[in-house]
């Protein structure tokens, strides 16, 4: 199975501040990588796809990167509303595995 | 519009078979290249994926969870089913279903989610 190692697990940052969550993935999964922001109570919300592109509707300030076998998700300008868990996913092959979730605060 | 809503028996006693089901719109199970999949959450944890259903009937199973899986649909009423054998409290989770495409593989579109407790 393809392990998908997040982090951090939790993280605080401000208002107007930048933060990147990361994922590794235990072998090559090309760019078949995707970003869901989970709220309290709710399902999660597909963010990013293809490891760099944005889902229509999700702001700008959201971004995906890839190194390698090294993805991550940044969100520029931090509000309030971008509270959440968020979740890596990996779709190059089954079983189809998730990351561990990061749970950001916004301070 | 696509939505999904999924729907189970809120709470079951250990042994006994945890049967979901998955209502949808805006898409049909019969039409090439769809499919919907099945992933739980245990409350405060991660996300876990059990299973995908295919438009040509093609299925997927999570191997962690051995032979207890079963995935089915019905096209004419835009459902899909998922019955898991013999669950224990490990099994206690929120249950989504959730969209997928063979042209891009991910997950777009999900339900609410139902939660299950196994509860003896």
């Known amino acids: 199975d393809i392990q998908m190692t997040q982090s951090p697990s939790s993280m605080s940052a401000s208002l107007g501040d930048t933060v990147t969550i990361n994922c590794l993935a235990s072998q090559d999964i090309g760019n078949y990588l995707s970003w869901y922001q989970q709220k309290p109570g709710k399902s999660p919300k597909l963010m990013i796809y293809?490891?760099?592109n944005l889902e229509d509707g999700v702001p700008s300030r959201f971004s995906g990167s890839r190194s390698g076998s090294d993805y991550s998700l940044t969100i520029n300008s931090l509000g309030y509303d971008d509270e959440g868990i968020y979740h890596c996913h990996q779709y190059y092959e089954y079983p189809l595995t998730f990351g561990s979730g990061t749970k950001l605060e916004i301070k | 519009q696509v939505t999904l809503k999924e729907s189970g028996p809120g709470i079951l006693q250990p042994s006994q078979t945890l049967s979901l089901t998955c209502t949808f719109s805006g898409f049909s199970l019969s039409t090439y290249g769809m499919g919907v999949g099945w992933i739980r959450q245990p409350s405060g944890k991660g996300l876990e994926w059990l299973a995908n259903?295919?438009?040509?009937?093609?299925?997927y199973y999570n191997p962690s969870l051995k032979n207890r899986l079963t995935i089915s649909k019905d096209t004419s009423n835009n459902q899909a089913f998922l019955k898991i054998t013999n669950v224990d409290t490990a099994d206690t989770a929120t249950y989504y279903c959730?969209?997928?495409?063979?042209?891009?593989?991910?997950?777009?579109?999900w339900g609410q989610g139902v939660m299950v407790t196994v509860s003896s």
């Open positions: 293809g490891a760099t």
């Open positions: 259903i295919w438009w040509d009937d093609d299925k």
């Open positions: 959730a969209r997928i495409e063979s042209g891009s593989y991910y997950f777009d579109y």
